[in-house]
């Protein structure tokens, strides 16, 4: 398809500088897991290493293994730990840190330790309170034949200043920290990093960030946009007379209404919860999308273009300075998050830097 | 990951030959744009081959050129057409037909038909009320230089039987029709397939009935599932406390719930939209989606599996027999076409058949 997207490696560097500096005394790994938010792990791994970053976080062994097939040098961490024996075989042979979400996944990897006369290294996921993945039982864990990397655990509320979630979350972690005496913790996400320094402990995992998302909550988005998607124009048309648009006829046009078809739909991440919500940027002016969005194109009502304007635009803008992630997100009732993790394969990607 | 999403490539051929059997004297094409809905063009396309299949559609010039490398024997038409010269010259080179939406469209291929002094095969579409890509121009409208393979137009309330938008189209496209003496006419989607000859003409392009999903607006589906979507269960857990699960802390489970974590989110197209609504099912039970649906994560309440049940169990189903496409896209407010262009790479595709 003519659409496409850019990716500005320069500007993802650039956010993962602007989280360094907001460290003392903590590392910043790099979450790169769902194929860096859609992004490309390859090139966005390759970018942040140039940056400084030494440490990845991945969601699955897959993720991992792949990672690890494109970097040899890299720390890599693996959010789900492993399923299996032969997983954590595979996990050890490529020198790639699980990360422990139960007892059960600690005895698999006692038992290889066991086998193999050596320490392990693994991190604990420790439960606080997000009620997802992590280990429960803190008081007398048998964590023999393990090297701790880190101990960690998640927010649930990070994007919350002042949930009591948080607060809780944080006491114990504390606590669990006091019985793992010199372990490093891995704590925070994003938010955050941006929100206390009380989170930051040693080492935090900034992901949404680093692809261009607000990390602060009420505040104007300290990051660089870091996407930009151009919906390519198939069609331009000036309506000889009134008609509906769309399936299901939902939208009106009227006479003499200028209407764009873009070669971009659903099935390209486009959510359709974007009807009579969305709309696209040109001239620094907001094209709505009109009618129901379609698997592989939609509609944008132009009226506001000038007579030059209409004729010489070639692409609109979906996604990028002037209509960011975080707005489609919420435009859609959802997040930013989802709208970069939905961007579709058939679209081609650029990398900028 | 675990999770897997396996594709029954002999229920889409079975689904192929019941959309023949609604059909006289017409024969079907399939529509494979979008990597075949999420499916997968070419295991897609070598199955519907074997059930007799030998016109395919693709939305864009890419997929075409992807789907001509890959079967060198069926006939390829491309829906958006072209927005090039060079994209023209690509698809002549690739023996791909056009559907030309637009008379500059027309005018690029008479060019090269001037060019190369040959007739250019090739397909129109015309607006007839769907407001989207199409010719308007009916009258005097000059396409010489074209081998005309087809015309076409497509219909925007297939989804409501008693449309008069439907009607009105209809009509036009038999107007348009008698314009063109002796060029068959490709009309009709899934939808219209299956509510009336009248919509048949020479050439009919289901799509989404072949991957399963009901074509029917108010009768059961006459197709078979396609999908089976199964979660991977990360981790169980019998809760010790009550305890708030999820980001947000939306959901507050309570003391002895069973919950599980599925190895399934977002990123995989578990759409978040699907929070408070969304269901998986086991032993013939709903187990509903508590707390929000993470990136690489969701939660399931799994209080209705019996104790044996619970211990013994793997994988929940997603989508599949149980829990039909349709049925999810409508609990996410949207359609189970999204649905399945939604099902991201990470999760491994195993084919049956």
Chains 1, 2 share one sequence.
Do not use: W
Not at 123 to 152: A, C, P, V
């Amino acid at each position: 398809m003519n659409s496409f997207l850019e990716i500005d490696l320069n500007k993802i560097a650039a956010n993962y500088r602007i989280v360094c500096s907001k460290l003392q005394n903590t590392i910043s790994a790099a979450a790169i897991k769902a194929n860096a938010y859609g992004l490309g792990y390859a090139p966005v791994s390759n970018a942040l290493v140039k940056a400084g970053c030494k440490i990845f976080l991945t969601a699955t062994t897959d993720e991992a293994l792949a990672l690890r097939a494109h970097n040899q040098n890299i720390e890599i961490q693996v959010l789900h730990g492993m399923h299996s024996k032969e997983q954590a075989l595979e996990l050890i042979n490529n020198n790639i840190t699980p990360i422990l979400n139960s007892t059960q996944q600690i005895k698999i990897y006692q038992e290889i330790a066991i086998q193999q006369s050596k320490l392990l290294p693994a991190i604990l996921n420790f439960e606080t309170g997000l009620g997802r993945l992590g280990i429960t039982e803190t008081e007398n864990l048998d964590y023999e034949g393990l090297n701790l990397k880190y101990i960690m655990s998640h927010l649930a509320c990070a994007e919350e200043l002042n949930s009591e979630l948080n607060h809780i979350q944080l006491q114990r972690m504390h606590e669990i920290s006091k019985l793992f005496p010199g372990i490093p913790v891995s704590f925070a996400n994003s938010n955050s990093i941006f929100s206390s320094r009380d989170y930051h402990f040693q080492l935090v995992r900034p992901g949404y960030a680093l692809y261009g998302g607000n990390p602060t909550i009420l505040s104007p988005n300290p990051m660089h946009p870091v996407v930009s998607l151009q919906g390519y124009i198939v069609q331009k048309k000036i309506l000889q007379q009134a008609q509906t648009i769309g399936y299901g006829a939902l939208y009106q046009a009227q006479k003499g209404d200028k209407i764009f078809t873009i070669e971009y739909g659903y099935a390209d991440g486009y959510l359709r919860a974007l009807f009579q919500k969305g709309y696209a940027m040109a001239y620094n002016k907001k094209l709505p999308v009109i009618g129901k969005i379609s698997m592989d194109l939609m509609s944008l009502d132009a009226n506001e273009l000038t007579e030059t304007e209409f004729n010489e635009i070639k692409y609109v803008e979906l996604l990028g300075d002037n209509i960011t992630v975080d707005e489609v997100g919420k435009l859609a009732g959802t997040i930013g998050y989802e709208v970069l993790t939905s961007l579709g394969a058939r679209c081609k990607r650029i990398y900028k830097g």
